[in-house]
């Protein structure tokens, strides 16, 4: 019990609940505040934070739709979760009232570009307006784009980015910065600062991108050059590369071997973005990256680092059999899959021009089917925001649960659970900012939290179910992040 625990470390909850009685609607000044012009003025005083001590009058996931709970946090992480006492009214800024909102785990981005987001709604970039929408477009506008990239311009759509995400929720991201000849360092610059800024409400782990060809081109050897000093940078977590832009399989595969090697010698997790087509014809590289693992060992000589690939449109052709035979191979690898759906849905199945609209794959990773048939290890995230690779969508992680849900047509209890463990648990665990776990929230966890609204206003449809938080995700929202409030709705405190 709570009272008991926190007896035992000299508080008296009782005590506590009944003596202090502050105001009931705490308005902390906004979590995006900054005090000087200067960034690096910025990087420690631009997130206000709150202790929490006690969550009362919450839902909780896998529990008893109809009883509501009182959570207690003690050195960050949940100490005690007893059904809410209807007699305590008290108020304090440690003193988070619910009012029978759902409490489930933070959620979390696995893959987001952190310096090209926004590049569609930013006045400097209006000109780069998308004509044809296809992937050679995107690549030929993000390019031009990345040769206007200057410090200021990247922290102000990255500060868009992050702080959105916060509000939605999340409280840790793998966030892609480029290294190349174009831009050298000035989006793990940016990266990196935005890390320190944020450390309090949002950990980013910052993974070092080749999007560009490291082994074809006039700019190949730079760009590995560029790449190899960026890996060594303190705050630099993943090594991350884009095979599939080489000139050649032959260049591809050392593209492969290069960035196993570089992330092995440097101690970091790997990235992967691999078999972005829908072409039957093609040998899926995931054969050869597993292969090229093995062969060097990731599994003994690389310790707790974990390995990502993400898009992977070419495995929604693979047959049944096939998706057993992946398993097998990958076998002890700590590989997960991550699906991009909306930027895989905007790029990928895009008719001839004779066929028109009468053919149209859609080359996503079917993400809950490989995790509950095939046992693989999946997630999904939202890439993109933005930009020409993906212009729609946002930086909330449930509404694009809440899309998967016809994408993938899953509409089950079950298919609910697993899609947001693809947004929280699941994908803190695929970059290992977490423990792959269920949704039930229990004592010793940590306290990283969101708490989503039932109702929009007094009278309203109440959201009673796990499911129709995915169905149908509420706008309001606070965030928690190692037991603090950084970001909060009005009249929840």
Known sequence: MATEFLRTHGIDFRDEMSSVQFPSAIHPESTRKPTSDNPEEQSRSSISRRRINHILNVKLPCRDADTTWDV???????????????????????????????????????HVHLDKCFLLSDPKYSDLAIQKGDFAEALSLTAEAKSRFTPDDLLRRGRWLVEESIAAGV?????????????????????????????????????????????????????????????????????????????????????VGWAIETAMKYGKHLDLHLDYNLDESKEPMVYY???????????????????????????TLFTCGQWYDLGRRIGDLPIS??????????????PSEPK????????????????????????????NVGNAFTPHGNCDPLSLASMCVGVYQAG???????????????????????????LKVKEGDEADFVLLSTNAYEGARSRGSMQEMIYDPPSGRSTLRSGYMVHFEAGWM
């Open 72 to 110: 207690s946090l003690y050195d960050n992480v949940v100490c005690s979760i007893d059904p809410h006492d209807s007699q305590i009214h008290a108020s304090s800024p440690q003193i988070l009232h619910g009012n029978k909102g759902f409490l489930l785990p933070s959620l979390c981005h696995p």
């Open 171 to 255: 409280t840790c991201m793998r966030a892609f910065v480029e290294v190349d000849a174009t831009v050298r360092f000035k989006c793990l610059d940016a990266g990196l600062l935005l890390k320190e800024q944020y450390r309090d409400a949002c950990f980013i782990q910052i993974c070092v991108f080749a999007q560009d060809p490291v082994f074809s081109g006039q700019s190949g050897a730079e760009n590995r050059e560029l790449m190899e000093k960026a890996v060594q940078r303190d705050g630099v977590d993943v090594v991350g590369s884009t095979p599939y832009v080489e000139a050649d399989e032959a260049r591809m595969r050392e593209n």
């Open 289 to 315: 990256v597993i292969d090229a693992l093995q062969k060097r060992e990731w599994t003994r000589k690389a310790g707790d680092r974990k390995i990502m690939l993400g898009h992977c449109s070419r495995l």
């Open 337 to 350: 899959f991550v699906g991009l759906p909306t930027s895989d849905l905007f790029m990928m199945g895009r």
């Open 356 to 383: 028109e609209g009468s053919e149209r794959f859609r080359g996503t990773l079917q993400i809950p089917q490989m995790i509950k048939e095939y046992s693989l290890q999946g997630t999904f995230g939202v890439n």
């Open 412 to 438: 089950t209890k079950r298919d609910a659970e697993v899609l947001y463990q693809c947004i929280s648990t699941r994908a803190k665990a695929a970059i290992r900012c977490g423990n792959l776990n269920a």
